[in-house]
């Protein structure tokens, strides 16, 4: 028996349903499933969306069979509606339609009154008495098959509307009479065989499959590949083909068209809401050519239909049990329906229509979570464009941090602070930005760089903040000297208005204007019932007491990532850091050498002795006083850091915090124009180029490979051991008021058991000293970042050490890829394009790949601590996907930044319910 | 009962034997063997390592019972021997010695003559009837019982003996006289007063307690630390301590001491050599005082006596199959053995010990190969410095490519390869080296970097080479403006002479003579032999033709990575090279432009078709010059790569070559200085500014992270089709001569199969187009490197699409440690100081984490085709403990630079033979 293609529709019954999205498309699984209820849906039918995949594979073929297959189906349908396609007494007309499984709106094409010519036309004409609609419904079709099929740009049949109604002195299309209307065809007819070279298609049964052509065509076309490349729409077969019975809205004053909605997809609220236009077809309501009635008008107009489509519409919603989005049609006199689907909703409406619908008893609370994409609540949480704002998009970036910035274009994060400080609104745009620029991106609106992927510097300090960010804008080009941008021709200056969507990655001219954001009654309801459905912990990374208390605001259950290098960036703080850094190196070759020869004392005769003590001497005097203004640099520090941490520990009281130690490679802090160098050099005395000798000593070719992380802390001791310090000196002052202090301190970069066994021990030597000075007792944990795949492979060596883990998946991606976020742009996109990647791995954790070695680094830390502590604190804590995952291998916490906290808690609410219902389905 | 801490030895017995080296030391092992064999050895007694350990375990404190057990052996061995220690009249004097399982020479402390004092003397002046020998025995102890125990410097102890010779007007030691020598004593005890505040000790118990505590504190003394690191000895217990009844070389004319070998240590030659001096004591033969006599003299002098030793002897290599340093001491007229041990020996006296030894059928073969040490051969592949020149080191840098070099310093690639066309030797000095210096590196004699570490780019390319090659040596200040560099406060110039030991890092002022080593017979025989035994074949990392011919002609079975880039650097390349790097991105650009444009031409209406028409249009006249100069660029490589494949397949003929495709950020190859630049500009048809700015787009923040490997092959694949097309093609023309050609061509960097299989691909199709148009098939693989950490966690999906793997295992070790082979010189060394690491990870692959990574990438791969070809070529290809891990994990080949091809077989000969041992008594 040879393969199902086509599958009929109408007289109360289908031979699909509403489970067979896959094949049917949407649209055609609820063409089938209306069907099916006894709703009046035109009969037809649907071609499957396997026959797409077919033609694709094979070289834009049909399978065999499938004309035969189709013929039957179309005789079916003649016979459902008594009328024949091209037939010149009684004449079908069809619709064909697109319908993926995924909605993919106005991506695809669709042909109207499709079966119309000169013929057919005339028996319209004669059936329905109608001239008007008859040559109405002929210059649609025309005008569409012309455009969709035929690639004649629709501008040319509008052109010819508008000065046809011009010419009548009329402003709707409804007042142009049937010789207008014939005109209309002669013309529409004269453009047809001037830009294809051939005369309008007579033949409706070629018509027909040109129609099916051109809908399975339009499936790859650029608009819809890279629609689908935008949302991430993977894995279809490719569009279903429906063909339908046309039923006619245009058909006079007992017709009408509208759509409508069984909750208001704005608000949420529980009130049939739509529109409808007598006398007019579909695409007239969407096009919005002429205004629209609302859909509670109709009750005046035709009280009994619509007390039908209110039966219908309760009907839907109670089957679908959500909000649907209904399409119909009324033909003199008579309800169709046309389309039924879930309703697209703004988060607002999401939340409450799911609360409602639990109220309600139709849904449950699990039911009602997995209904809430956790990526849309990013709508809610950051202010948003006024839709109705009018913006001149100039380039478009990745969309790094969500939000709406609108502000005067800076160019330097001095310059930032400085207009900031004056209330001045700005942007920062930067090639890229470095930990130099973190307080001018605080002040700034929103940062736009021109460099960078989605984990860049610029992107991960900025989503962190909660600042609107867009990055990797490669057309920009950016000019610090003339202190301008340009882009596509066009130039931005120093001063002039820009707008940034983060949430899209468009940079717009002037100022768009914003609205602000309220989290409703129903954020809060439903985010109480993600708690309780969900295992997952849920901190947030934060490095001020400011982003703690936004993120506790949020429900944050922690710090899962306190980066302390962010505070040393703070006024009168740089400068001792810089002091530190520069000296370090000298101070610790002077005390290397002092000790070498102090061992060598010990065995040496009189006379080296002398020598080596000489040499001693004037090692000790040599070292006096770099080491005198290096430990006053670190003095300096102490109380600085200290009382950091004291704020955290207020904010957070209760619940645990999580340190990082110093972690960035120290040329980072280093400054890199000669003034600052200058006024450095006089502050440690030493020269200019000695300044810059050491600065370059400190550069590297990989950074993100270099001496960083724990990798500091083993060859400068002094600068973990004040960190430490200042955390437990804070712990101690704070628990002394009675506040609750949970701190966890984290080794960053590890990859030897060795190197969190030394600077553990270290720690708790020092954590020790202060406690019994300050007379007060904190219970704290060392625990260690997962961010190398050798940290990863020795996790069970390294669990021994460790009192908690927390992945760092940021590193851990460009490490397992061997890509650097910062360079990645290079070539990502031809990556994504090509088909290489699916996704951004910086964006949505990579689970192939990286994800291995997050599992094997879980399997084997639990493997030797069955109950070890493990989380995440990559950005990934962040993305509902990778959340699902560390839900799956068993992790104990996520940690995000602030503004996703929300996010994070829902999405491990749906993992863990997604996973029981897997667990109890197998 | 208690732990037995203390073994006895002598009168033809002993309570240990060989096999107990561990607690023993090989010192104490082979003198209770000796003992067991009826040799004469000298009674004593053995405190165990496990003694030692357990004395730094606890603080410098020895075990409860230690006292006792040291005491009851006191008295066995006084028993034995029939003397006291202390005894007034019949005093027993003893040698305290150290020994470790590991032979460590001159590392750790003696002291001979122990048990004299005042009155001990006396009696042994009476017992012997020889006042000048007791006196020489007393004044001997007391400075070595200064020096090693009271830590007096033995120079002062030198300098009196020196005084009292002059005074004396004598030469020799043996021409003082009694009088002499109590003046002797009496200014050695006044020199021990001084330096330590207390008299000389006279209880001979307390001596003996003091010296062995010396021995054990020797252990931990600076320079035992530093000798165990370098030569990367680990695990002991400690070392064991061997206290001897003395006997005396120095009784008169009837006694001698002298030290031998059963066969020549240098030669290998099967001759018993060696020397002794009359009336003289081990140290004196050793420290080199006066001049010994050959061995052969004794027979003259003590015929009897040299007969026994020979008997000794034979029994001895006998025992031990193999060759024997052998120490003995006649007293008066007696022979005792007092050391037994295998000999140290040259690579070349190994590499004929081991052979005549087969040919005698003292051993197999499996036990020759099993005595050469794989490091060792590499004396005899490299030209040494001559053992007997001066040298004056002044610095120390990492040993990254053995040999010996010598040359006139200068610091730019450059004026290497101009002084070297003069025939000019020179040494090329730099703070590191990259891709543009690979001629200059060739051309000079060696090469010496102040930064990078062992496979920086300098240390890599030199080892390739078989340049010597000194990297990270970070005392030396480079001055490229002053053309000089200083170290430790010395300067060196342009043009002055320096010498480099590529072997141990030593960096040395002027011209040291070298010599040449020659290949021996041996070395032939145990390398066929190593053939036979060996499971792993064995490929050479070669990237031009004279390269692989050295490695074929070291017995290399293929080329296992050829860098094309390398060749990119040739003369009149590397301008095309930059032009076709340049304008890539340009005409990538305009070309997708037109693309995008006549996509949508097909769709559009006829207005919009004339614009887009004239975009295209302009488009195409934009990319007509750049376009033809790209062309032009690739069209002139094409040929010479063509060119350079030919020659490797010819050199190679009948051998495979694998050809790694394009590999390093475009970034290295570009011009770094105006000159060029502009140059450049002038031929490309860019300003200058567009030159630089190019440039700086293509620069990367983390270039090994970044666009490099296969990711060039993706965003530019023209630059791989010329490569493949330049293979395919050489292989047809050199396969019409009738040469047999393997290529293999690998696809470098990948991180997914997908990347592969795009790659593979188009490799397919180019090369189906070449081959049809030359009429000639060829067989070709197509492979990857797995370098990655992600590529080894997909193996067995990229192992779908690859014919075989090949590890890189720099890169790999890169990623997973998270380290820069280029920066981990900042903190390398204070990680394995401090015991983090127990090696350099890129000179010895870290079989516990990165090797997972390997095992992984080999089992997954496997998973999927059971008989893939697995090699590695990484710079560990080379390092024998990698070979034997290649070895255990399955893999089918190693390739390494050409001259460790030998090293590699016969390690793959040891590591099989060991494998089949192991699962043989498994």
């Known amino acids: 028996m040879s393969k199902k293609y086509i599958y009929f529709f109408g007289n109360g019954k289908a031979e699909g349903n509403a489970g067979m999205r896959a094949i049917l498309g949407g649209k055609g699984a609820n063409l089938a499933e209306m069907s099916n209820l006894g709703l009046p849906v035109p009969p037809g039918f649907t071609i499957g969306a396997d026959v797409c995949k077919a033609y694709y594979d094979n070289k834009n073929k049909y399978p065999a069979g499938l004309a035969a297959e189709m013929a039957k189906h179309l005789a079916a349908l003649e016979e459902t509606i008594q009328a024949g396609l091209g037939d010149t007494t009684n004449p079908l007309l069809v619709s064909v339609r697109s319908g993926a499984a995924a909605s993919m709106p106005g991506m695809m094409d669709t042909v109207l009154n499709l079966g119309l010519n000169s013929k057919t036309l005339a028996a319209l004409v004669s059936k329905t008495g109608n001239e008007r609609f008859a040559w109405d419904a002929y210059r649609r079709f025309i005008s569409m098959f012309g455009d969709v099929v035929m690639g004649i740009h629709r501008d040319k049949f509008e052109h010819e509307i508008e000065t046809i109604k011009k010419k009548a002195r009329v402003k709707n299309d409804t007042d142009l009479t049937v010789k207008h209307l014939q005109d209309l065809v002669e013309r529409f007819k004269q453009i047809y065989k001037k830009d294809t070279g051939e005369a309008f298609v007579e033949d409706p049964k070629v018509q027909m499959q ?320 993600a708690d309780k459905f969900r295992k997952l912990e849920v901190r947030a990374n934060a490095d001020t007491p400011k982003d703690a208390a936004k993120a506790r605001s949020f429900g944050a259950q922690g710090i899962g990532l306190c980066r302390t290098e962010h505070m040393f960036f703070g006024e009168n703080r740089i400068d001792y850091v810089r002091q530190v850094i520069m000296l370090a190196p000298e101070v610790k070759n002077l005390k290397a050498t002092i000790a070498a020869h102090e061992a060598d004392l010990e065995r040496a005769g009189k006379d080296l002795r002398i020598e080596l003590k000489k040499e001693i001497a004037e090692a000790k005097e040599a070292l006096k006083f770099p080491r005198k203004m290096y430990q006053q640099a670190l003095n300096k520090l102490l109380p600085m850091q200290r009382g950091d941490f004291e704020k955290m520990f207020k904010v957070m009281k209760g619940l645990p915090v999580t340190i990082r130690l110093l972690d960035p490679p120290l040329h980072e802090f280093l400054p890199h124009d000669d003034k600052t160098r200058r006024e450095m050099a006089h502050k440690v005395g030493m020269s200019l180029s000695e300044i810059i000798a050491a600065g370059t000593r400190l550069e590297e070719l990989n950074p993100m490979l270099g001496h960083r992380g724990c990798r500091l802390g083993i060859t400068y001791p002094d600068i973990y051991d004040m960190q430490v310090r200042a955390i437990i000196e804070a712990a101690c002052n704070v628990k002394k008021k009675g506040i609750g202090i949970y701190p966890e ?38 625990g260690t970042m997962i961010e190398l795949p050798r940290a990863a492979l020795m996790a069970d060596k390294i669990a021994e050490q460790a009192e908690f883990f927390s992945f760092g998946t940021n590193d851990l991606t460009q490490m397992t890829f061997g890509f650097s976020r910062d360079d990645v ?98």
């Open 825 to 922: 742009a290079n070539f990502l996109l031809d990556y994504i394009e090509q088909g290489i990647l699916e996704k951004d791995p910086f964006q949505s954790l990579d689970q192939d790949g990286v994800g291995q070695l997050v599992e094997i680094g879980v399997k084997k830390g639990r493997s030797v601590k069955p109950r070890l502590k493990i989380g995440i604190c990559g950005e990934h804590g962040g993305d509902p996907a990778s959340i699902e995952f560390c839900h799956k291998v068993g992790m104990n916490y996520v940690s995000c930044s602030p503004y996703r906290v929300p996010i994070a808690r829902l999405t491990a609410a749906k993992a863990n319910i997604q996973g029981a219902e897997a667990s109890s389905t197998a």
């Open 210 to 529: 040109k129609a099916v052509n051109a809908v399975f065509d339009s499936w790859n076309n650029p608009r819809a590949i890279k629609y689908r490349e935008l949302y991430n729409i993977k894995g279809l077969l490719g569009t279903a083909v429906t063909v339908q019975a046309m039923v006619f809205g245009n058909m006079g004053n007992h017709s009408a068209t509208g759509v409508c909605f069984t909750r208001n997809p704005s608000t949420g609220e529980n009130k049939f809401y739509g529109e409808f236009l007598i006398n007019a077809q579909g695409e007239d309501v969407v096009a919005g050519i002429r205004t629209p009635e609302p859909i509670s008008n109709l009750k005046k107009v035709m009280p009994h239909l619509y007390d039908e489509l209110i039966q219908y519409k309760n009907l839907l919603e109670k089957r679908y049990k959500d909000m649907q989005d209904i399409e119909f049609t009324i033909q003199e006199d008579r309800l169709y329906m046309l389309q039924t689907r879930n309703g697209k909703r703004t988060a607002k409406a999401a939340l409450k229509i799911a609360a409602d619908l639990v109220n309600e008893g139709v849904i449950d609370k699990k039911t009602a979570i997995m209904r809430i994409d956790p990526d849309q609540l990013d709508q809610i949480l950051h202010p948003v464009f006024d839709p109705k704002a009018k913006k001149v998009v100039i380039a478009y970036g990745l969309p790094a941090s969500p939000g709406a910035a609108t502000g005067k274009v800076v160019f330097s994060a001095e310059e930032a602070e400085k207009l900031a400080a004056r209330d001045e609104k700005v942007i920062l745009v930067r090639k890229e930005t470095s930990p130099e620029d973190v307080a001018g991106m605080h002040a700034a609106q929103g940062i736009l760089t021109s460099r960078g992927g989605m984990t860049s510097h610029a992107a991960v300090v900025a989503r962190g903040m909660g600042r609107c960010c867009i990055v990797g804008a490669s057309d920009v080009n950016v000019d610090y000297k003339t202190q301008r941008f340009s882009v596509n021709g066009k130039t931005v200056r120093h001063g002039d208005y820009i707008s940034l969507d983060g949430t899209l990655g468009e940079v717009m001219r002037g100022q768009v204007p914003t609205i602000e954001p309220k989290l409703s009654g129903e954020f809060d309801t439903l985010m109480e019932w």
């Open 745 to 782: 301190i984290m080794i960053p970069l590890a990859c030897t058991a060795a190197e969190v066994k030394l600077l553990k021990d270290n720690l708790h030597r020092m954590a020790g000293e202060v406690m019994k000075k300050k007379g007060v007792k904190v219970k704290y944990l060392v």
